[in-house]
Nanobody
Framework: QVQLEQSGGGLVQAGDSLRLSCAAS??????VAWFRQAPGKKRDFVSA???????YVAGSGEGRFTISRDSTKNMVYLQMNSLKPEDTAVYYC??????????????????????WGQGTQVTVSS
């Protein structure tokens, strides 16, 4: 069974750090991404990484967020530092097995990923 299992998240104060984890099982994926969705807002792209290790972080997290993967464990991580209240959202891990023909920063739309994790809440208090 193909699935993504997320862990991490929680309630932190502004300036703190959190690491989200995404465990992929069932198959390998050409790319894995993180999206987030705040109440009443659309689901936004946060970061993505390819099977080859090329990563991309969107502007909202640039300089604060780092994406990485451990291929031996089929894990992808999102390290979030200097968190801000506006980072508060449900964070989703997403993956896609289809061949990748463009650079990782092309794959920033939710419809470009077909497997989704259960979501994890991140709340940053001011």
């Amino acid at each position: 069974q193909v699935q993504l299992e997320q862990s991490g998240g929680g309630l932190v104060q502004a300036g703190d750090s959190l690491r989200l984890s995404c465990a992929a099982s069932g198959r390998t994926f050409s790319r894995v991404a993180w999206f987030r969705q705040a109440p009443g807002k659309k689901r936004d792209f946060v970061s993505a990484i390819t099977s080859g290790g090329s990563g991309y972080v969107a502007g909202s997290g640039e300089g604060r967020f780092t994406i990485s993967r451990d291929s031996t464990k089929n894990m992808v991580y999102l390290q979030m530092n200097s968190l801000k209240p506006e980072d508060t959202a449900v964070y989703y891990c997403a993956a896609d097995p289809r061949p990748q023909y463009k650079s990782v920063n092309y794959y920033v739309q939710p419809e470009q990923y077909i497997i989704w994790g259960q979501g994890t809440q991140v709340t940053v208090s001011s």
